[in-house]
């Protein structure tokens, strides 16, 4: 299940340069930016901002012992995070801990265990961080990528990427 909701106002003005949404002749225009530059979609709504999925997270020995998770997609996050609940539930134990820099450069301990992820037809194995109360949960590269998946963050839909040996 994918849900994607906007996060981009109509008018938003930057360094002087505007950028907006209009229609015309029944074709919609929207220009806005990605990754800080700009770029137009025409012919239908732009659908940027948070992509959320349910993926199935399961003990990496006994997928009987699991559930379906909902994640926020974040390409620019390497790892995954899972409630330490969740993981505690499906009998995941941690194997190591480690520091984590985030987004806004704060540094964070947590626990690190692993876990199997199954989204769609594709199965994958991944590290995964125990998060706590207040954590968000984040399915990352790294577990998108051993199921075989990126994310285009113009659908906000997930697609099969080449693997590689």
Same mark, same amino acid.
Request: net charge negative; with cysteine.
């Given at each position: 299940? &994918?849900?994607?909701? $906007?996060?981009?106002?109509?008018?938003?003005?930057i360094q002087g340069m505007t950028l907006f949404s209009m229609a015309t002749a029944g074709l919609r225009l929207r220009v806005s930016w990605? $990754?800080? @530059?700009?770029?137009? &979609? @025409?012919?239908r709504p732009l659908q940027t901002g948070f992509t959320y999925l349910?993926?199935?997270?399961?003990?990496?020995?006994?997928?009987s012992r699991g559930r379906e998770v909902e994640f926020l997609?974040?390409?620019?996050?390497?790892?995954?995070?899972?409630?330490?609940?969740?993981?505690?539930?499906?009998?995941v134990d941690p194997v190591m801990e480690q520091t984590?820099? @985030?987004?806004?450069?704060?540094? &964070?301990?947590?626990q690190v265990g692993l876990v199997y992820l199954f989204y769609k037809d594709r199965p994958g194995g991944s590290l995964v961080i125990f998060a706590e109360e207040g954590d968000q949960t984040l399915l990352g590269v790294?577990?998108?990528? $051993?199921m075989g998946?990126?994310?285009d963050p113009v659908k906000g839909d997930l697609e099969p990427i080449k693997l590689f040996v």
């Open positions: 299940m &994918i849900h994607v909701h $906007s996060a981009i106002p109509d008018d938003v003005g990605y $990754s800080g @530059l700009p770029f137009a &979609i @025409l012919g349910t993926v199935f997270v399961a003990h990496p020995a006994d997928r997609v974040d390409s620019g996050c390497f790892y995954t995070m899972v409630p330490r609940t969740i993981l505690e539930e499906i009998g984590f820099t @985030l987004a806004n450069g704060d540094e &964070i301990r947590r790294l577990g998108l990528e $051993s998946y990126k994310l």
